[in-house]
């Protein structure tokens, strides 16, 4: 069963920049970055899927970038241009086979969150 570790979360003034990483403890196929900010649903970010290609929510299109580094099993969010409204724990999590990262379904394995907060 893999493991998602998260890290890079901190505190940022708007307009600056963070990078988030998630390593895993194994393969893992289709892999993405969610979020939940405080009060509300969790919500999807970004996902890259096992060919490579990426698919983003529009409120970070242009600010964030997902990559992947399979020889480390590692996943990054470099996060630019931060706004106030990013503000949240931020989640890495797997899919095997079907997803859709509006939702977060067939996304079955999470990490714990990490925290970003912009000011």
């Known amino acids: 069963h893999v493991q998602l570790v998260e890290s890079g979360g901190g505190s940022v003034q708007a307009g600056g920049s963070l990078r988030l990483t998630c390593v895993a403890s194994g393969y893992t196929y289709c892999t993405g970055w969610f979020r939940q900010i405080p009060g509300k649903e969790r919500e999807g970010v970004a996902v890259?899927?096992?060919?490579?290609?990426?698919n983003y929510e529009d409120y970070v299109q242009g600010r964030f970038t997902i990559s992947k580094d399979n020889a480390k099993n590692t996943l990054y969010l470099q996060m630019n241009s931060l706004k106030p409204e990013d503000t949240a724990v931020y989640y890495c999590a797997a899919a095997g086979g079907w997803w859709n990262l509006a939702s977060g379904a067939g996304f079955s394995v999470w990490g714990q969150g990490t925290q970003v907060t912009v000011s």
């Open positions: 890259i899927d096992t060919d490579g290609s990426t």
